[in-house]
């Protein structure tokens, strides 16, 4: 399996992963123990699934934009003003 194929596997994976973690079955009903004296179990774990979510979708951003796409674009507005 070469790098790039490695690469997007592990992204698939950990976007399935985050999908997953999503799912909160386990703080539904549950307002206690608070976080920091004053914030419920539930709204934190969906702040912090909030800040994972960002990280992935920068991941996926850094590793699986389609550049080619950009200098395509890039290259056609270079065109059109000339």
Same mark, same amino acid.
């Given at each position: 399996?070469?790098?790039?194929?490695?690469?997007?596997? &592990? &992204?698939? =994976?950990?976007?399935?992963? !985050?999908?997953? =973690?999503?799912? /909160?079955?386990?703080?539904?009903?549950?307002?206690?123990?608070? +976080? @920091?004296? @004053? =914030?419920?179990?539930?709204?934190?774990?969906? *702040?912090?699934?909030? +800040?994972? *979510?960002?990280?992935?979708? @920068?991941?996926? !951003?850094?590793? *699986?934009?389609?550049?080619? =796409?950009?200098?395509?674009?890039?290259?056609? /507005?270079?065109?059109?003003?000339?």
């Amino acid at each position: 399996m070469n790098r790039r194929a490695l690469k997007r596997s &592990l &992204l698939v =994976l950990l976007t399935f992963g !985050v999908y997953a =973690l999503h799912q /909160d079955v386990w703080f539904w009903r549950q307002a206690r123990p608070l +976080v @920091f004296g @004053f =914030l419920p179990v539930g709204l934190a774990y969906h *702040a912090a699934y909030a +800040v994972l *979510a960002s990280l992935l979708l @920068f991941m996926l !951003v850094k590793a *699986a934009w389609p550049a080619h =796409l950009e200098h395509e674009a890039a290259a056609r /507005d270079e065109e059109r003003k000339r």
